[in-house]
């Protein structure tokens, strides 16, 4: 049986869009398949209580630069969605629809393409409903199917099973319990695939243990 790389994954963060694009050519290259995890990312954070990228105005920039050149460079299509941040539940929820692997890979590709490729967005139900069915899957059934409770419950469950294993952030990947954040992380995932990764059980255990000697302190607004 192929090793499965589960990929965590949410539609508002353009790292997560390079990495759909760029993991399957990684996974068919090493024999493994990708299994896709789609979660809440603003559940990770608040349960982290951390800000995400776009609520911090200098960062919000920094990410859109650095994703638009990552994308040129990739020669992947790349454009802002209509706004952001938004809320990604309706794809979210479409993409846990139980569906075959093909075609929930196609509605993952279409949905990305529609915030990052330049579409449309997903957050209208309309539109949704028109971009899987443009696509050739049914997209009155995969909206009326996102809607259930099951599905619902589903993408909060995923949440909640990501928080478990440690996952802070999208993309991330997971392959035999080791987890590998962002797309910076990919050389470190193609390595392990490859039998080749440096991190020893014991140096991860000295810095798991490593104590703290200070703790910064809330700062007051000057």
């Known amino acids: ?30 024999g493994a398949v990708v299994a896709p995890r789609p979660i809440l990312f603003a559940a990770l954070l608040d349960a982290n ?40 539940l309706l794809a979210l929820r479409v993409a846990s629809v139980a569906q075959t692997e093909a075609q929930r890979r196609l509605a993952i590709d279409t949905l ?10 997903v957050t209208d139900e309309a539109t949704v409903r028109e971009l899987l069915t443009t696509a ?27 928080l478990s294993r440690g996952v802070f952030g999208v993309p991330t990947m997971v392959i035999d319990d080791e987890l590998f954040w962002g797309l910076d992380s990919f050389d470190h995932l193609e390595r392990f695939l490859e039998g080749r990764d440096v991190l020893r059980s ?17 700062v007051k607004s000057p």
């Open 136 to 162: 050739g899957l049914d997209g009155d059934a995969l909206v009326e199917a996102a809607q259930s409770p099951e599905v619902k419950a589903s993408v909060r469950a995923r949440t909640e099973e990501a």
């Open 1 to 30: 049986m192929a090793r499965a790389i589960e990929l965590y994954f949410d539609f508002i963060s353009p790292y997560a869009y390079l990495a759909w694009t760029q993991i399957h050519r990684l996974a068919d290259e090493h």
């Open 49 to 88: 209580k951390t800000k995400g990228p776009a609520e911090i105005p200098a960062k919000r920039v920094w990410v859109f630069k650095d994703t638009f050149r990552r994308a040129a460079y990739a020669g992947v299509p790349f454009a802002p969605p209509p706004a952001h941040p938004f809320n990604p």
């Open 202 to 218: 014991d140096e991860l255990s000295r810095w798991r243990d490593l104590p703290a000697s200070s703790q910064r302190k809330a």
């Open 112 to 121: 990305f393409h529609a915030v990052w490729g330049g579409g449309p967005g």
